[in-house]
């Protein structure tokens, strides 16, 4: 049965003083916050995400800084497409739109732009090192992929005849035509070149170091928030915050966490504390804890080794740029939720034995999800990803006739498409985004390094 939207989310900002000390009245003086301001906004792969069942995004993290500056609480609507958040603005169904809304004439004839404003363009992406090109005449003559009939397919044609033609236009459809896999194509130099915008090329650099995304293709686009053009006090309000040196100052630290901090796949070689030693034969110096907490598990010491190995290298001091912590990489509000501060995250005793939990609750909501002999597959997915997205893709195997029960090439499958729009916004799935590739990849590489382990390694 489909879900009824918008998908309801609560978040309650921490409290905080009120300050309104300005020669003029501020905003909220002349007309007041309410105590709870209800967001609306779009899943995005930036913006607004859902990873490990933590809420994350560049413009959520922004718009609950705004509401702890005001000591104000914040309700999330998520809907599926542009069109039906403007509509809930219309319908007064939402406050503010906390998401990048174009500045265009059309929406400012529909809504009150308001906030920091956002300018993006579109690039060409390409590998870097010798070779880079560094003008758009000399795309004459060379290969270019773009997703057939989209915006960047009309400005690279239009960019043809701007050169007097000779580029070489490739279009692309279906998954493969996703702007995260052509500049993952790129990145293996499977294809030269494609064009997409500045913050996806932006944010994908964090992933691929070896592609260079320098060459603007395009003219600047802006967005920025915004609110019913009947609330110019709210607007006012927002552009108060946004203008003020500890927003602009988070508001910086928060692009550096998004846009470039980098994700890449850990370094192959194993990373252990100094004063740990690997036992003769072992696999790690916390092969002991591995044993412990296996065993009240039912599991093989060796697949929590090589879970271990793929999340940190070993290293217990290991924290990504989610904020994952320790050995096993455990988000630190999910340690909370078992009783675990974070600052004992570092403690690798501490952080096989909450992984252990997190590990068996997983197993137990997948059990009657799908087969025994594939269950573990959806639990590591689910472990990397969470289980929300790992559900999602549940169901949108079961929604377009794979097998809901099998990982591989049906729900790894379906995985997948929640990196495309069309399907995560899909009214199966209620958790949005996801880079899908990630938990198919940690899969496999999870599992071929226990297979090695077993191996190598006695049980």
Known sequence: MRRLLPLLLLVWALLGT???????????????????????????????????????????????????????????????????????????????????????????????????????????????????????????????????????????????????????????????????????????????????????????????????????????????WAVSRRDQWLADSINEWAASLDAQEYSKQALKHYFEMNRGPKPDSVKVDTLAVTPPGGISPYDQVFKQYAKEMGWDWRLLAAIAYSESGFDPNA???????????????????????ESDLGNPEVSVRVASKILKELDGIMRSRTGAADRIKFVLAAYNAGSGHVTDAIALARKYELDPRVWSENVEQAMLWKMDPEYYNDSVCTNGYCRGTEPVDYVIKVLNCYENYKKNYKK
Not at 115 to 141: C, F, K, M, R, W
Not at 168 to 177: D, F, L, M, Y
Request: net charge neutral.
């Open 18 to 224: 009120l300050s309104c000390s300005h020669g003029n009245k501020s905003a909220e003086v002349q007309h007041r916050l309410p105590d709870t301001l209800t967001v609306g906004t779009l899943y995005s792969p930036t913006g607004f995400f859902i990873l490990k069942g933590d809420t994350m995004g560049y413009d959520y993290d922004r718009i609950c800084d705004f509401a702890r500056s005001r000591g104000i609480a914040l309700r999330f609507k998520v809907a599926r497409s542009m069109p039906a958040l403007i509509d809930m603005l219309k319908k007064r169904s939402v406050d503010v739109l906390a998401c990048e809304i174009p500045v265009t004439a059309e929406y400012k004839s529909r809504v009150l732009h308001c906030g920091a404003v956002n300018e993006t363009y579109q690039v060409l992406v390409q590998h870097s090192g010798p070779g880079v090109i560094h003008d758009v005449t000399q795309l004459i003559g060379s290969d270019v992929y773009v997703e057939k009939g989209s915006k960047y397919e009309s400005r690279l044609r239009n960019l043809d005849n701007e050169v007097g033609g000779g580029i070489n236009i490739h279009t692309v459809e279906g998954e493969a035509a996703l702007p995260t896999e052509l500049i993952q194509r790129v990145s293996r130099r499977e294809i030269p070149f494609t064009i997409v915008d500045s913050d996806i090329a932006q944010m994908n650099l964090t992933y691929y170091d070896s592609i260079n995304i320098q060459l603007r293709v395009g003219f600047e686009q802006r967005s920025s």
């Open 319 to 341: 924290t990504s740029w989610m904020g994952a912590r320790g050995l096993m990489q455990v988000m630190p509000r999910t340690a909370q939720s078992f009783g675990v501060a």
